[in-house]
């Protein structure tokens, strides 16, 4: 399974961003779909995630502001975060898991003040 990343950048608290994951390969042993980030200093940790029958799990702190949505059919994850704040600045990653985890290469998103 091959993921490629669009989107991320700068943009001021309060804006939004929008990032959008293409699965290519193995797809059909995909079984969710996701996104994580990794801060400067902290571990990786669960942005959102989504399985194929549409089960969305979202980390507290994005909760009301990130919303996760997925295409079967292109195999695609897209993530729409509004109302960003500093502290959502990181590298996100794209994940997929089929029976063991595949990663994007990371997208940086720059949230300042």
């Known amino acids: 399974v091959q993921l490629v990343e669009s989107g991320g950048g700068l943009v001021q608290a309060g804006g939004s961003l929008r990032l959008s994951c293409a699965a290519s390969?193995?797809?059909?042993?995909?079984?969710?779909m996701g996104w994580y980030r990794q801060a400067p200093g902290k571990e990786r940790e669960l942005v959102a995630a989504i399985t194929s029958a549409g089960s969305i799990k979202y980390a507290d702190s994005v909760k009301g502001r990130f919303t996760i949505s997925r295409d079967n059919g292109n195999y695609t994850v897209a993530l729409r975060m509004n109302s960003l704040k500093p502290e959502d600045t990181a590298v996100y990653y794209c994940?997929?898991?089929?029976?063991?985890?595949?990663w994007g290469q990371g997208t940086q998103v720059t949230v300042s003040l």
């Open positions: 994940n997929a898991l089929a029976i063991v985890h595949y």
């Open positions: 390969g193995s797809i059909f042993r995909i079984i969710v």
